[in-house]
DNA sequence: TTAGATACATACACGTATGTTTGTAAACAC
DNA sequence: GTGTTTACAAACATACGTGTATGTATCTAA
């Protein structure tokens, strides 16, 4: 094969990021050959490891493509103050619920991460990654709901960090139940979702007695 | 070798088994390979190709050693009748989340099935039937949810079938939140966690309007 | 214009997992 | 007590994926 300009190489090296998508959404990540990418792609092996290093190369660089904006978005919803912490939250839940249930791409890359690879040597520094990030949205989101409770959107009673493992586990499950079944339209969905968890949180009841605050609890090992 | 008695061949069967739970959850499953699994058991290929079929069969078996009995516990729940059907599903709910927390088995295949596997060919017969077991428990939910609406625990407008989603989901995501950070003592927040749900329920705002009843809508094709 | 770098395709060597076949000693039937 | 079946272990054949080495046509810079 002849040599290509760089704007060609930088287009074949995309389109073998969406033939890896689609073949590892399909497949499933460890079944799935190289040369299965390559063939999807209209290419060959050659031309993957001119352009990745390795499967986990390769791996990593498509969970870039969708983890890297979402982790700016986060982060931004996050940092910007406001008056009405419960209620941006809300907003922000449903719109990212909206985002994978219409954006492609997205939905294609959360599907592979909940359903298409498992945690093994070949992508453990991925999901590594991925893991620290959550951890890193929790802390932002236990943050958020301290500054709800300082303006009396939560009782007091609240553990926030339980409220944030909570609000968390719910939009991981949401997502994750509607790529499995996919029975109804999200995006409709996602504020009546998000609203309905907020008013749980607002009228949760009191603590059990004797139960330390989440952050003091040591961490349980495996 | 020399031949063992009926019972001795069991035990090893189970010993098997107990070795598959192990290594698939600390290695993944397509990562295993068969003699990993016989050499945890201190045994060869051979005792599990007598056991056994091949991978999946071996799978197959190991999933159904938990799942079998939770679906049956889940399917006494539901179908046993009551004055209070939200206290009870809280109850049930909260007593899921412990023994996920508190039973080693119950918890290993339950991060098997969320993180260690991928769902293709050699395991897709077993998902399948997990995913048919996830739809049908969550027919069963709508129709407790039904029936407590109809008791006046939930406001009129609530979409049942919308409601079983919200916590199933809930409840996958806890599930799943939980085992991958661990950072607190499960068992002791179940019941707050349920509870805090379904005041979110009861407090649910209104429906979108223009949005058709959950059960109405078509299934989104992949 | 030409030498070298680039962007792949092709071919090969190697390891390794799987399924099967064969071996074998003990348990069980008779 | 003998034959047969059981419950494995050990050995073998096969297939397949990976990584790398090599080939090559084009682009690019001097």
Same mark, same amino acid.
């Given at each position: 094969?002849?040599?290509?300009?760089?704007?060609?190489?930088?287009?074949?090296?995309?389109?073998?990021?969406?033939?890896?998508?689609?073949?590892?959404?399909?497949?499933?990540?460890?079944?799935?050959?190289?040369?299965?990418?390559?063939?999807?792609?209209?290419?060959?092996?050659?031309?993957?490891?001119?352009?990745?290093?390795?499967?986990?190369?390769?791996?990593?660089?498509?969970?870039?493509?969708?983890?890297?904006?979402?982790?700016?978005?986060?982060?931004?919803?996050?940092?910007?103050?406001?008056?009405?912490?419960?209620? &941006?939250?809300?907003?922000?839940?449903?719109?990212?619920?909206?985002?994978?249930?219409?954006?492609?791409?997205?939905?294609?890359?959360?599907?592979?991460?909940?359903?298409?690879?498992?945690?093994?040597?070949?992508?453990?520094?991925?999901?590594?990654?991925?893991?620290?990030?959550?951890?890193?949205?929790?802390?932002?989101?236990?943050?958020?709901?301290?500054?709800?409770?300082?303006?009396?959107?939560?009782?007091?009673?609240?553990?926030?960090?339980?409220?944030?493992?909570?609000?968390?586990?719910?939009?991981?499950?949401?997502?994750?139940?509607?790529?499995?079944? &996919?029975?109804?339209?999200?995006?409709?969905?996602?504020?009546?979702?998000?609203?309905?968890?907020?008013?749980?949180? &607002?009228?949760?009841?009191?603590?059990?007695?004797?139960?330390?605050?989440?952050?003091?609890?040591?961490?349980?090992?495996?």
């Amino acid at each position: 094969m002849a040599r290509r300009t760089k704007e060609q190489a930088a287009e074949t090296r995309e389109q073998l990021l969406d033939a890896a998508e689609r073949v590892f959404c399909s497949k499933g990540v460890a079944q799935t050959t190289l040369d299965d990418i390559a063939r999807e792609a209209g290419l060959t092996r050659g031309a993957l490891y001119w352009h990745f290093k390795n499967k986990t190369d390769l791996f990593s660089a498509m969970c870039d493509r969708v983890s890297l904006p979402m982790q700016a978005m986060l982060d931004a919803t996050v940092l910007e103050p406001g008056s009405d912490p419960l209620g &941006r939250l809300s907003r922000d839940g449903a719109r990212i619920l909206r985002q994978v249930s219409e954006d492609p791409r997205t939905m294609r890359v959360f599907e592979i991460l909940m359903f298409r690879v498992e945690l093994n040597d070949v992508v453990q520094t991925v999901l590594q990654a991925e893991k620290e990030r959550g951890q890193h949205c929790r802390v932002q989101l236990t943050e958020v709901l301290r500054a709800a409770k300082a303006q009396g959107q939560l009782p007091g009673h609240v553990d926030c960090g339980l409220g944030a493992y909570a609000l968390n586990s719910f939009m991981i499950g949401c997502i994750r139940e509607w790529l499995e079944y &996919r029975e109804f339209n999200l995006a409709d969905r996602s504020e009546w979702l998000m609203d309905t968890f907020f008013a749980g949180l &607002r009228n949760a009841p009191p603590p059990p007695t004797g139960v330390a605050e989440f952050k003091s609890e040591p961490t349980v090992s495996k």
